[in-house]
Nanobody, 124 residues
Framework: QVQLVESGGRLVQAGGSLRLSCAAS????????MGWFRQPPGKEREFVAA????????YYANSVKDRFTISRDNAKNTAFLQVNSLKPEDTAVYYC?????????????????WGQGTQVTVSS
């Protein structure tokens, strides 16, 4: 059983940056593809970014490409999401998730474990 705990979300002005962290415990972190999803107010959860087990491959939603960067540190059992040039439409609860699949996945149902989420609010 893998436990995931996100941190780093807060209120930030448009154009600002944040670094979200996802600390994992209870499993072998390097065995999992890691993903970040977000759920804007009143909307469904959506894919943001994912990274392969060894960090060789990353994949991003078009809406965040060139602004967000996903990374991981397998030695520290932690995944990160650097979010830059934030826009009000980036306001959402951000979740990290772990998938036992062998390749990058983009749909929530393909992820086995989820964190509780961290709130990012971007003011205009």
């Amino acid at each position: 059983q893998v436990q995931l705990v996100e941190s780093g979300g807060r209120l930030v002005q448009a154009g600002g940056s944040l670094r979200l962290s996802c600390a994992a415990s209870g499993g072998t972190f390097s065995n999992y593809v890691m993903g970040w999803f977000r759920q804007p107010p009143g909307k469904e959860r959506e894919f943001v970014a994912a990274i392969s087990r060894s960090s060789i491959r990353t994949y991003y939603a078009n809406s965040v490409k060139d602004r967000f960067t996903i990374s991981r540190d397998n030695a520290k059992n932690t995944a990160f999401l650097q979010v830059n040039s934030l826009k009000p439409e980036d306001t959402a609860v951000y979740y990290c998730a772990a998938s036992s699949a062998s390749m990058i996945m983009t749909t929530p149902s393909q992820y086995n474990y989820w964190g509780q989420g961290t709130q990012v609010t971007v003011s205009s």
